[in-house]
């Protein structure tokens, strides 16, 4: 078993910030890469950062220079700082881990938080 959970979302005016961050639990070996998606009311599930093991980082054009993923010293904690906020901006935003699970010894790319709404007024 393998959980996520993510906290820090919440209501910002425009050109305010937030962090989220997400933790993982469970069965794991290790964690290969962890990243941020968000969706937006009628809109597909779109990639918004993601960081490796190494720290190598990737970001969506529409937050770069906005926002900065990082990993936590624990390795098993990913956070998204948010700056300079838009409206849109506002979605759904999910935590997502690609990693070796400890039971199975197996890779899994499919593993999800719960989710945390971000909502920016304009």
């Known amino acids: 078993q393998v959980k996520l959970v993510e906290s820090g979302g919440g209501l910002v005016q425009a050109g305010g910030s937030l962090i989220l961050s997400c933790v993982v639990s469970?069965?794991?070996?290790?964690?290969?890469?962890m990243g941020w998606y968000r969706q937006a009311p009628g809109k597909q599930r779109e990639v918004v950062a993601t960081i490796t093991s190494d720290d190598v980082a990737n970001y969506v054009d529409s937050v770069k220079g906005r926002f900065t993923i990082s990993r936590g010293g624990a390795r098993d904690t990913v956070h998204l700082q948010m700056t300079n906020l838009k409206p849109e901006d506002t979605a759904v935003y999910y935590c997502?881990?690609?990693?070796?699970?400890?039971?199975?010894?197996?890779?899994?790319?499919?593993?999800w938080g719960q989710g945390t709404q971000v909502t920016v007024s304009s």
């Open positions: 997502n881990a690609d990693l070796v699970r400890s039971d199975t010894g197996a890779r899994s790319f499919d593993n």
């Open positions: 469970g069965s794991i070996m290790g964690i290969t890469e």
